[in-house]
């Protein structure tokens, strides 16, 4: 929310998260050297560490794919996405090395140039068995790579947020890159069949995540007649104080705020990174998002100064003690009379 | 598959990245020190570090921010 850029803006959550972080990978990278050490002790050091970044970045990128579901089922897991940006910074970086060490070991021997020899190495392009999976491997850190550059909220302001959310959702094409890559590098040069069921047991687990919740959103956005002028809310007494109801408006998701006996309606989405404002609560009469805390005013759907976010408001009556919001958004930040209940 | 396909199609993609990345190379380093003050103010007392940050972003993006700094003229 800052006026002027900081490259991070540290607090003593992101300190800890980082710290965290780094000492997962430490644990990890320690233990996957300690057991290959003991038990394939035949293998090369390069091995190893093409082994152990390939399978870290792949256990990371499972992480970023489910937090996101994971909140939507149970808040507790927000503290994983608070910091998600250093996550899938990490997550490259950890690909990064994985990819360079691969190419170094595998092309960089032969006389022709190793990123040409990623393509031109194996040209069996028509086999599955022998599909040449590591040019799989170069397209997902491409699109990896192109996300972890534009991740500064710098990306998100200056190229809006429909083509920055738009950049980051290629998130999953990279996933189906990196899926293929693996399983067709294990087809190719192992003889265990345990990786391979745990690498499609996982895809198969968060396809079904996010399954699951996308079945659950649209069954609540259905709840509400779409495209009608007013649209109805339910029961004031459904909501709880400093908390809202979140319905389903002509195609956009609204948030109705209840607070000290009036009601505000905003849209749901932050405008940072589209987090669910309807899913956080008013903290010191501001509507804070819950993924990193934005603010915005019931009244107005502003951003207290000197920030300028702004969402659209939305009015609201009440009929018969049942609540009803209008399917006309107002634009972003403009004032409406809130709707008192009591 | 066609070894001279496959050796064309691999030559025209890496010579276009190639080229593509040079020039935006060339772009970012005017986009760092100017052309991010003008497209969002921003930037400007922004620490040094966050140029470095979002200079890799800037060489792969270019042509997008060459545009939008173009229409905001
Ligand atoms: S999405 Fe980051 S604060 Fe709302």
Known sequence: MSVSYRSILWNKQKIRYDKGLVLFILIFLVAFFGIHLVFHSNVTIETIIIRAFGLLSLVLLHVILTIGPLTRINPRFLIVLYNRRHLGVTMFLMALIHGAFSMMNFHGLGDINPIRSIFLSNLQYQSVAHFPFQVLGFFALLILGLMAVTSHDFWLKNLGYKTWKALHMMVYIAYGLVILHVVMGVIQNETSIVLFAVILTAFFGIAMLHLLVAVRETTTDQQSKLNAEWVLVGAPEEIKESRAKIVAVSGERVAIFLYQGMLSAVNNVCRHQGGPLGEGKIIDGCITCPWHGYQYLPGNGQSPPPFTEKVETYDLKLENGQVWVNAQPHPEGTAVEPLKIS | ?73
């Open chain 2, 1 to 73: 598959m066609d070894r001279a396909l496959v050796v064309w199609l691999t030559d025209s993609f890496l010579l276009s990245l190639g080229i593509y990345l040079l020039l935006g190379t060339a772009f970012s380093i005017y986009f760092v020190f100017a052309g991010a003050n003008r497209l969002d103010p921003g930037v400007k007392d922004a620490p040094w570090h966050f140029r470095l940050i979002i200079w890799p972003g800037s060489v792969l993006l270019w042509v997008t921010l060459l545009t939008k700094l173009l229409k905001k003229k």
